[in-house]
């Protein structure tokens, strides 16, 4: 499927006020702004196997399309919700647990990159990465 593969970080877009608006302290934020996060993804059907690894964290995840599933952010923010194929977007919509507001998030492939967009309370950010 198009989202198979490894995938490696190569740029941020508006990330550093994306996570200020999350919450996440400046600390964390400069360590994650430089996390070097590789995803492999293993896509059969509606399953997906998804292997995070970055500079903090290894993290294996497993999720149907349209089945909420409970995720926990490298800074510990913890969500629940689910991903959906809408044509060529995965499109996940989350809630988190310790305020209740929603973020959305989207991956898709556009050449050799998959382009993953966030949106928390009107702030957008997008993380590009490179197929390894």
Known sequence: MTFN???KIDRNENYEKFMEQMGINMV????????NLKIIIEQ???KFHVKESSNFRTLEID??????FEYSLADGTELSGSWNLEGDVLKG????K???KQLTTT???QG????????YEGVDAKRIFKRA
Do not use: C, M, P
């Not at 999720?63 to 909420?68: A, S």
């Not at 919509?93 to 988190?96: A, E």
């Open 98 to 100: 310790d305020n209740g």
């Open 63 to 68: 999720f149907t399309l349209g089945v909420n």
């Open 5 to 7: 593969g490894t995938w």
């Open 107 to 109: 991956r898709i492939v």
């Open 44 to 46: 059969t059907g509606d």
């Open 112 to 119: 050799d990159e998959i382009i993953q967009s966030y949106n």
């Open 28 to 35: 964390k934020r400069k360590l994650a702004a430089h996390d």
């Open 93 to 96: 919509i989350f809630t988190r």
